[in-house]
């Protein structure tokens, strides 16, 4: 079974200042979609952001982003407290989330810094409820308006043959409920310090490697309560995604782990993950996962990606100059999703304008085409690979440069997760030519058989 995807996130589909227009706006996307043969819509987390808007270092794993119930869920009506109640019998994560969101209100420094509050007793919990209940019911019924919000969605998606996929990053940020709530389940000390750090070691271009910061896992924790809290957070996720992508899936096998008191990555040293007993409990919470695997080095990560049969990424942007898999044109295996590039790439007009002038050459000469083609080709190639899912960036499908760019990495700008897909998207000549290449590349909806080809 193969199948073709569109790369958009939520946040970047233009929409009017009414209440649900970002809802409706996503339905009116699922249906441009579906009629250009398209089974599989990736966006990114719709956690909320942290101070530079990226979705990776949320305060929550599970809560959505507040800042997106005007659009999605403005126009439904107040839940009734029944409804409330049976709602969080399945979704217990909201009462921390609301009880965090009630203590920022007051302080919104880190939550290290509350005092008492850092650690508060139950019954100081249920003082807080009760002194705030109006506050408290309404960060409930926020959540509750979000998730039928994106239930509706995930319906129309389905009901047109497309995959929601969504996705999860590794970690969570240390001023995070999670961490206040939970804080066992995270190497953290009484006064809520880091005693190790998350990161990635020295390569080639960071010799200093990459200091991320958030408190790794307690992984023995998590393994005694059979890892509730992760599968919590992939059955939560998958009722809005029913499709996920693991994020930095390497850390699962084996992680960097970095000293509280290092200044940068390279004091780290390889510690072993949870590896098949964290995948163990959650491989049968969601329709489909995905390994991020890019830049994996390691024999345990493969093993385990491999012992799951999960697909790995193939990255185009990455093919040229290197001939082995998965990510050069000739050698793209058939259980990976390939991509033109990701959210932290450039775009592919924008990465073809950046490189030297023998790269372009060489790129155009594989493609067959002249510059102004080249990603249209690329896109085209990408599609008749051997490649079982393929998935393009809408940016690539519109052929635009750098300035449509989602996010640069290590650099803090306001330019980053604030890319907005031009008005009237749907109706760009580009989709002719693609609806076109999905159908000669053999590739088809995901609910049209792709759950019974694979066992779903």
């Known amino acids: ?14 929409r009017d200042d009414a ?12 249906d441009a979609f579906a009629s250009s043969g398209i089974g599989v819509w990736q966006i990114l987390p719709l956690n909320p952001p942290d101070f530079v808007g990226s979705p990776y270092a949320s305060p929550s794993a599970f809560a959505m982003d507040p800042e997106l ?17 049976a709602w969080l019998e399945n979704s217990e994560w909201a009462d921390p989330w609301a009880l965090f969101r009630i203590l920022k209100s007051i302080d919104p420094r880190s939550w290290v810094k509350w005092g008492p509050w850092s650690n508060p007793s139950g019954r100081d919990l249920e003082r807080l409820r009760s002194d705030n209940e109006e506050h408290y019911w309404r960060e409930i019924s926020i959540q509750w308006k979000l998730e039928n919000a994106m239930r509706s969605i995930e319906t129309h998606a389905r009901e047109n043959g497309v995959l929601l996929l969504g996705d999860i990053p590794l970690y969570v940020a240390h001023d995070s409920a999670d961490m206040w709530h939970s804080k066992e389940l995270f190497n953290i000390g009484p006064n809520g310090e880091p005693l190790e750090r998350s990161g990635a070691p020295p390569d080639s271009f960071n010799p200093l490697g990459q200091l991320w910061g958030n408190p790794t896992y307690a992984w023995p924790a998590h393994q005694k ?35 509280p008191e290092a200044e940068d990555a390279r004091g ?15 491989i049968d919470s969601s329709d489909f996962l995905i390994a991020e695997d890019l830049g994996m080095a390691g024999d345990a990560a493969i093993r385990l990606r491999d012992a799951y049969n999960l697909h790995g990424m193939s990255i185009l942007q990455f093919g040229w100059g ?26 592919f007009a ?20 002249n510059s102004a083609d080249v990603p249209m080709e690329a896109v085209k190639r990408l599609m008749s690979s051997k490649a079982e899912i393929v998935i393009i960036p809408l940016q690539d499908v519109l052929g635009l440069g750098s300035s449509a760019r989602t996010n640069t990495p290590g650099l803090v700008s306001k330019r980053n ?19 076109e290449s999905v159908k000669s590349s053999g590739r088809l909806p995901w609910h049209d058989g792709r759950e019974s080809s694979l066992g779903y």
Request: glycine share 8%.
């Open 350 to 369: 924008g990465w073809y304008s950046k490189i030297s002038s023998d790269d372009k050459k060489r790129v155009r000469t594989s493609l067959g085409c």
């Open 69 to 85: 119930l005007h659009g999605l869920a403005g126009d439904f009506s107040d839940p009734s407290r029944h409804d409330l109640d």
């Open 19 to 30: 209440p649900g227009s970002l809802r409706e706006a996503s339905i009116r996307a699922i």
């Open 268 to 282: 780290g040293r390889w510690a072993e993950g949870p590896g098949a007993s964290l995948m163990d409990a959650i």
């Open 1 to 14: 079974m193969r199948t073709a995807g569109i790369l958009l996130p939520i946040q970047s589909i233009p």
């Open 417 to 435: 997760w604030s890319w907005m897909a031009p008005d009237h998207w749907e109706s760009h000549h580009s989709w002719a030519w693609l609806s």
């Open 225 to 259: 309560s059979g890892y509730e809290w992760w599968k919590k957070r992939v059955e939560t996720a998958s009722r809005r995604t029913p499709g996920i992508r693991i994020d930095h899936f390497i850390g699962l096998a084996e992680y960097w782990a970095i000293p």
């Open 322 to 347: 290197y001939d082995a898999p998965p990510h050069h044109l000739d050698h793209i295996p058939e259980r990976v999703v390939a991509y033109t590039g990701t959210h932290d790439n450039d775009t």
